[in-house]
């Protein structure tokens, strides 16, 4: 299998025409902007969106992928965050798979690193595959300046 994207996004909408619209995409850093009041307060919590696409390679066939699960390592932490069964694929027309996770609060403990990935499974539960994003993203925070 071959990794296509991983996109790390603030949210992931569905338009006319089935084409997909990626808001607040993230390159290298998740900044959380803050009043000096609030500066050091963790947890903090925002909208996320994961879309990933794969593709399979010659000789692998896409009914071969059962499940995924989405983890993430966020400060050398690594959990589950989630995951489900993949629908069976339309072999006419489909050449990959493509994953569109939303976490509607998710939660950013303190400052650091986190990086993504996703871990695909046959129906025995074997591992065929895991993509992960490219980077690590910071997580920071900046304290903006007081207006007089």
């Known amino acids: 299998m071959k990794l296509i994207n991983f996109i ?15 808001m607040g995409v993230y390159s290298d850093s998740i900044n959380f902007q803050s ?23 010659e000789k692998e066939n ?24 993949v629908p069976p694929p339309n072999l006419k027309t489909q050449k990959g798979v493509a994953i569109q996770a939303i976490f509607e609060r998710f939660k950013f403990k303190e400052p650091g690193t986190i990086l993504f990935s996703i871990q695909f ?4 539960g074997g591992k065929l595959f895991k993509a992960e994003s490219p ?14």
């Open 121 to 124: 499974f046959d129906k025995k």
């Open 35 to 57: 009043v000096a009041e609030k500066d050091g307060q963790w947890p903090k919590t925002k909208r996320i969106g994961i879309y990933v696409l794969i593709e399979t390679e």
């Open 62 to 85: 896409l009914r071969d992928i059962q499940s995924f699960e989405i983890e993430i390592d966020y400060n050398g932490e690594v959990q589950k965050i989630g995951g489900s069964d």
């Open 8 to 22: 790390i996004c603030d949210d992931i909408r569905q338009e006319l025409g089935n084409k997909l619209s990626l």
């Open 135 to 148: 980077n690590p993203l910071k997580v920071e925070e900046t304290i903006l300046p007081v207006k007089n």
